[in-house]
């Protein structure tokens, strides 16, 4: 990618302001979009925990013994 500068240094000051111009529509990309990955993050951590109960409830009834106790 080129750039035509006509001949004319670029200051420090114009590469800041285009810097911070990109960087703004970024945060402002990233702002709308959080509360959507946000709830993502939440159903994928609901989902997960969910599948370790069911899995460890699971485990326990197939190694657990069966006792029976009887009154004398």
């Known amino acids: 990618m080129s750039i035509e500068t006509n001949g004319r240094r670029i200051s420090r000051d ?3 302001a285009a810097l911070a111009k990109m960087l703004g529509q970024g945060q402002e990309a990233v702002q709308a ?3 959507a990955a946000a709830a993502l993050a939440g159903a994928v951590v ?3 925990l ?5 899995l460890g409830r699971r485990g326990g009834r197939r190694d657990s013994a069966v006792l029976e106790i009887r009154r004398l």
């Open 14 to 16: 114009e590469v800041q």
């Open 46 to 48: 609901v989902v997960v």
């Open 33 to 35: 979009k959080l509360p």
């Open 50 to 54: 969910a599948l370790a109960y069911w």
